[in-house]
């Protein structure tokens, strides 16, 4: 059994892989919504997110032999539990991350960190495009809401956001709450619709649709503030489901070995 962390469609698109080929696994994942390719190919999953010792006592309660982190490239801190449970129960870590996009442009700023991208972005003056979601919001509100700065706020449409955006003081119509991925050219409407001067981004990765986000804004001459990948040191790190699928067996071929 694997305890499996699905933070993102294509790492849901992963776990059904794995699945298929015989490998039996439990996913998590953090709201229903995310859960629900899973449901669709009758995979078992949990929602919620998980402390060391949650994980811990799951890889415990269902005797699991690896925890394959598939969580999102920005789940810093979803990594670092599943590294320390892993650890913790002696059993295989493997990390599956989205490949990068590589990018190179003079209108392409990267910062570190998210406080980073807000400072940077505080001195402008027009409007600007904010695409990383709602988990950091207040981050930006703290520097952005100003009387130079219109802020467009793009994320999920569910309530929680909402009400999040309310709370922070975020006007009605500066909200795109949408569900993506989206296409160079609806990214290229809405940058156009909001009159956007500026973008602020994360490096997510194609299937994140990252590419699309700063193909459309550089089409446009519109800068972009890039806020770069957490920089973890993770075992096992893979960039394609085959590499996963690699590891996975040897690591079966080994336990099945020390059994004999």
Do not use: W
Not at 32 to 48: P, W
Not at 127 to 134: E, K, Q, R, V
Request: with cysteine; net charge negative.
């Amino acid at each position: 059994m694997i305890l499996f962390l699905a933070g993102t469609s294509d790492a849901r698109a992963l776990a059904i892989r794995l699945q298929s080929l015989g490998y039996p696994l439990i996913a998590t994942v953090v709201t229903e919504s995310a859960a629900e390719s899973l449901k669709e190919n009758a995979i078992s999953y949990q929602v919620g997110r998980l402390t060391v010792d949650d994980m811990v006592a799951l890889i415990k309660k269902y005797e699991m032999t690896c925890v394959v982190d598939a969580s999102h490239p920005y789940a810093e801190e979803a990594s670092k539990t599943a590294m320390t449970a892993a650890k913790a129960c002696g059993i295989p870590y493997i990390r599956y991350e989205r490949p990068k996009e590589e990018f190179v442009s003079p209108l392409i700023t990267e910062v570190d960190s998210y406080e980073d991208a807000a400072k940077l972005a505080q001195t402008h003056k027009g409007t600007i495009m904010l695409t990383t979601g709602s988990k950091t919001l207040e981050v930006f509100t703290n520097y952005l809401l100003r009387d130079e700065i219109r802020l467009i706020c793009r994320m999920l449409p569910n309530v929680g956001n909402m009400e999040k955006c309310d709370r922070l003081g975020i006007k009605q119509k500066d909200i795109v709450a949408i569900q993506g991925p989206f296409s160079e050219s609806l990214n290229k409407s809405l940058c156009e619709q909001y009159d956007v001067t500026l973008m602020i981004t994360k490096e997510s990765g194609k299937v994140g649709s990252v590419d699309e986000k700063i193909t459309a804004a550089l089409e446009l001459e519109i800068p972009v503030i890039l806020i770069k990948r957490p920089k973890l040191q993770y075992e096992n790190f893979c960039t394609s489901f085959e590499k996963v699928t690699q590891l996975l067996g040897g690591f079966t071929f080994e336990k099945s070995k020390h059994e004999l």
